[in-house]
Structure formats: structure tokens, C-alpha cells
């Protein structure tokens, strides 16, 4: 009897040792998973700084902030995606199609107009993706590329193959403006980025998605729209896609 208790005393204190480090472990990799990404950026960042002498001046730093700020609006854009169990295929193809619809009526009608036109593509385009997906069970990845070949042909009707130019000066204002030392690109980045956050997190709307990319069964019973918000998740990606295309436009002027 004695051994037996004993052996059982042994076993519980493993075990709770056990579950105590795979608690240890969990927390590590939460934050790895929530500061990881940073941390290597970070540490890239300096690496640079001195591997280079000319990486740190303000001149490369500002160009470099210009460059991220159009990927940073279409990884938002593939986030949605990502979330609701998807993924996006086309957010090159919609960025592109959103640029030179943006930049097509901004030479006939204004900077205005052609930005509304260019985030209007996004939303159609997106529209039709999310259609697809939800409510006739197209798998995301292989609705993504169809889409990717209609934006590319769009692209290329509405260009002919040629550059358009000659846009208004304030259609550059968003790409090459700045509000003090800080380029406007980057605000509208950063503002977009945070508004998305906001979403997300925020919203019972951002939850459903969540939820549906988790588990599509589990929310449907939970009373969630499922069709409605895989809908909702590729249109918000297109939409966000075709607003990085739209800044990249007004960055290039083209």
C-alpha cells in the first residue's frame, strides 16, 4: 500500500509539473507570436544601421517608410482573408486594377473622383469574390484566381498597354506630400492599419469573423451569419487591396 501511495504522490507532482511547464511554454509562444515578428524587424533594422553607414540618414529612412507603407495596407487587406479561413490570391492583381482605374478617371474628372473610382473597383471586384466564396462554396484560393486573371485583363483593356499620366498635381498629394517632416503615405498607412485593428478587434462584426475562420459549424449553430461574413471578409480584402493600389498611384503618379 505504501509503494502504491507513493507512487501515485510521484505521479501527481509530475504532473502538475508537467502542466506547469507547458504553461511556461504556452505564454513563450504567445508572445513570440505577438512580438516575435517585431523583435526581427528591430533587430534587422540595426543590423543594417551598421553594417551601412549611409542606412540610418533620414534621406533612406523616409524612402524606406514610403515603400513599407503600400505593403503594409495590402497585408492588412490579406488579413481578412486570412482570418475567416481563406486566402487572397489577388491582392496584387485588385491593387493594380484599382491604380489604373483611380488614375484613368482622375484624368478625366479630378483626384477626387478618381480615388472614389478606384476604391469602388475594389468593392465591386471584392463583391464578386465574395459571392463566390460564400454562397456558391467557391474555395478562396481558386476564386482569388480567377479574379486575379479578370483584374489583369481589366488592367490591360482599360491601359492598352500604355502608362497613363498627366493626373492632376494634387493627385500625387497622398504619395509624395507631406504634413511636417512626415510623408502623408505614411499617416494614411498607419491610420489604415489601426482602423483595421479597430475592426477586428473591437466590433462584433470583427469577431464573426474570427469566428467563422475558426470554426464555420460552430458559428453557424452559434447564430452567425456564416455566408454573410466570409462575404463581408473578401470584400473588406479587395476593397483594402484596391486603397494600397490607389497610394501606390498617387506615389508614382501613374
Known sequence: NWSVDMKKFIQRVFNRQNDGDCGVLQKKSSHWSQFGALGLLIFIWLLMHILSPHFGNRFNQINILRHA??????????????????????????????????AAVALE?????????????????????GIAVGYFKVDSIIGSVGLMA?????????????????MPRSYSVIGMGHWGPVPIIVV?????????????????????IYAVGV????????????????????VMSVTLAAWAGVMLSSRVNS
Open 215 to 234: 470554426d464555420e459549424e460552430a458559428a453557424r449553430l452559434a447564430g452567425i451569419r456564416v455566408r454573410f461574413y466570409k462575404v463581408l471578409s473578401q
Open 69 to 102: 507603407s503600400v505593403l503594409m495596407v495590402a497585408t492588412a487587406a490579406q488579413t481578412f482573408a486570412v482570418i475567416a479561413g481563406g486566402l487572397n490570391i489577388a491582392i496584387g492583381a485588385s491593387a493594380a486594377l484599382a491604380a489604373v482605374v483611380s
Open 109 to 129: 474628372m479630378g483626384t477626387a473622383a478618381g480615388y472614389a473610382a478606384g476604391i469602388i473597383s475594389g468593392i465591386a471586384t471584392g463583391m464578386i469574390l
Open 150 to 166: 479578370i483584374a489583369r485583363g481589366l488592367s490591360f483593356e482599360i491601359t492598352k498597354g500604355r502608362p497613363i499620366s498627366g
Open 188 to 208: 494614411v498607412a498607419l491610420v489604415s492599419v489601426l482602423v483595421v485593428h479597430g475592426f477586428l478587434t473591437y466590433t462584433t462584426w470583427g469577431r464573426n
